[in-house]
């Protein structure tokens, strides 16, 4: 969504927060801008665990089908090209177990009109980032692990993806047309050669109606249990249940983030208390990563 959209639907946020508390942060700060210029629609974020410091970024319709490595300042540490991958709609990267190795898992799940049949979520092991190599020279990964799905219900657009340390996705809708819902994958689509159909999870009880109601991320802290789900204007807290069911509890709490990026995309757990946001560019105004600190 671009941000001439976005701004259109701002008069409708104050009405839609309620029950939810959005408290401020206790820590906020852009830390740098995209250096590379063509990172312009970065639409999904990932920190390495085995890479302190080294964010994961992807960016959606239209770009190649590439990884790329920055680091909190925006710097570029590597640009992967990916074979054998096809980006129709890239929103959303996770980071994630597969088989007691640690994999990149890619969505390409977005679709704005809601009008695919079928989508797709790629996996690859994250690979090495060299000290001191030239970011400018593209690597190569070779074809991906892949899963065809569909919903059960129809289709829905998603920007949000995590993974489970069952290796289970749950994938968080829009919220563009209708209530933003959840929806599972168990791990044992990767096994098998057919369209797989996501478990519908139910609703998430978010904020309803413009830019408060639409996710644009989210991601798992590494207890495998706290999730946080962001929107263009706070980031909402949940607990996965003992059956892996994203649950707000009573008195629902998130953080407002509203006024810190112009057109805010990803989000990631950066450390135990450390989110990291990465924004999209607009106007002239290259894309950002901010860290944020949120009371819980």
Known sequence: MRLAAILALLPSISAAQEPWTLRSPSESRQTGTFA???????????ASRAHPGVLWTIEDSGNPAALHAVDTTG?????????????????????????GATCLYISDTGDNGARRNTVTIYRIREPAVPKGGDADTPGRIGRPERIAFRYPDGAHD?????????EDLILVTKGRRETVRAF??????WSTERTAVAEDLGELGLPEG?????????????????????????????????????????APTGCTILGLELQGEGVT????????????????????????????
């Open 75 to 99: 710097r570029l540490l590597g640009t992967w090209r990916i074979q054998g991958a096809r980006n129709v709609d890239w929103e959303a990267l996770a980071l994630g177990p597969c088989g």
């Open 158 to 166: 998603v920007e949000a993806v995590v993974v489970t340390p069952d």
């Open 210 to 250: 413009g830019l408060a109601g639409l996710v644009t991320d989210a991601a798992l802290h590494a207890d495998g249990r706290l999730l946080v789900v962001r929107t263009y204007v706070a980031v909402h807290f949940f607990t996965l249940d003992e059956s892996g069911v994203p649950r707000a509890g009573t």
């Open 184 to 189: 599972r994958l168990r791990q044992s689509a």
């Open 36 to 46: 590379d210029r063509s990172l312009d629609e970065s639409s999904g974020l990932a």
């Open 269 to 296: 757990w950066l450390d135990e208390s450390t989110l990291a946001l990465s924004s999209e560019a607009a106007y002239g105004v290259p894309g950002t990563i901010s860290l944020v600190r949120c009371p819980r």
